[in-house]
């Protein structure tokens, strides 16, 4: 599938001096950001940095969706432990360790689980055009998409209803392996194995605000979106400390039917709730999600590569026509039903 482009992804980009960082750093969207990686990350990532801290608001201009802090980050070869609340909020344990990586782990859970239990996952008959490939929407909030342009996922049903799978539900950690996703635990340890760095960034999103006011108007997101791209992702949701939430995560995970018709391409979809103890949801590179559901704030790990998101669209007909004709022995055509 087509990419999108941005302006940060261009090799060789000369080095922010700390006049430019200063005047970076000194815009309104960077004001609620906490800082928790060094200044060398910072001032070397900071184009891509930049383009990644939003402020989400509504046509009222009510902040939905604000950037909370900055984590990390995982760099190529780290073994790390995720540390939320202390320190970067990541800790690292080794280098290049000789072991199968995450990667490796969650794209053979993917390989060997290629089916999904009845009620576990909502089928949708759905056809994916990305931005470049025509399905570009326009008139979109600039920072609606931190990877650039939105493209088009064309719906044919009358209604989407995503099951939602909890920790404690039996088919839950058999439903995420489907999507080449794993729950890790609070502390657990582990070696990614990307070729590039990934940084922690922590949105703090209102619901139903964002959903109803900005995700799904017209000039906001243009739709819920979805998405995929070649890093892994990996959802941290800020814990939960002395008995006050601070975050209440469910990210939604799709899978392309494989051997769907190439006339009728077809998506499952499921949304899993992410326990807030710690605990975080890893995803393979190319799986297809959404976190728009979460309210709170959510630690989501990123890297600087192109990605190709969709938002969802309707492809009926537009069925509400009538001819005004003032003969009027000329029949009006009436409104069909579907």
């Given amino acids: ?16 001096t700390e006049e430019k960082l200063k005047e970076i750093l000194g815009q309104r969207k960077w004001q609620t950001v906490e800082i928790k990686i060094s200044h060398e990350d910072l001032k070397d990532n900071i184009r891509f940095l930049n383009d990644a801290v939003v402020i ?52 053979a859970l993917a390989e060997s689980h290629t ?8 089928l949708v008959h759905s056809n994916w055009v990305s931005s470049e490939d025509g399905g570009k929407l326009p008139n979109l ?17 009358n209604a989407v209803i995503f099951p939602v799978l909890d920790v404690t539900h039996p088919d839950y950690e058999e439903t995420l392996a489907y999507y080449g996703a794993k729950l890790l635990k609070p502390a657990e340890a582990f070696y990614l194995g990307f070729k590039d760095t990934l940084f922690g960034m922590e949105y703090a999103t ?15 997101g243009g739709g819920l979106f979805v998405e995929h791209h070649p890093f892994p992702h990996i959802f941290l949701p800020k814990p939960t400390i002395n008995g006050e939430v601070f975050c ?22 499921t949304t899993f709730r992410i326990p807030a103890d710690g605990s975080a949801l890893a995803i393979k590179p190319s799986t297809i999600h959404n976190d728009s559901f979460t309210n709170g704030k959510l630690a989501v790990f990123v890297a600087n590569t192109p990605a190709d ?14 001819v005004k004709d003032h003969d009027p022995k000329v029949e009006i055509p009436q409104t069909p039903t579907f």
């Fill in 115 to 122: 089916s999904v239990k009845e009620g576990n996952a909502v």
């Fill in 206 to 220: 209102s619901l139903p605000d964002y959903i109803r006011n900005y995700a799904l108007s017209p000039i906001g």
């Fill in 248 to 269: 209440e995560a469910k990210v939604t995970l799709g899978r392309k039917v494989e051997d769907a018709a190439k006339s009728d391409p077809q998506i499952r979809f």
């Fill in 1 to 16: 599938m087509s990419s999108v482009f941005r302006t940060s992804y261009a090799p060789d980009v000369k080095p922010v």
């Fill in 309 to 322: 998101t969709v938002a969802f669209r309707q492809t009926a007909p537009f069925a509400n026509i009538v």
């Fill in 56 to 107: 989400r608001e509504s046509r009222e201009g009510v902040p939905l969706m604000t950037t909370t802090a900055i984590y990390g980050p995982i760099k190529k070869g780290d073994k790390v432990v995720l540390t939320p609340n202390e320190g970067t909020g990541v800790n690292i344990i080794a280098t290049n360790p000789s072991e199968v990586t995450l990667i490796a782990q969650l794209e």
């Fill in 141 to 157: 909030d600039p920072s609606s998409n931190v990877f650039g342009a939105t493209g088009s996922l064309y719906v044919n049903e």
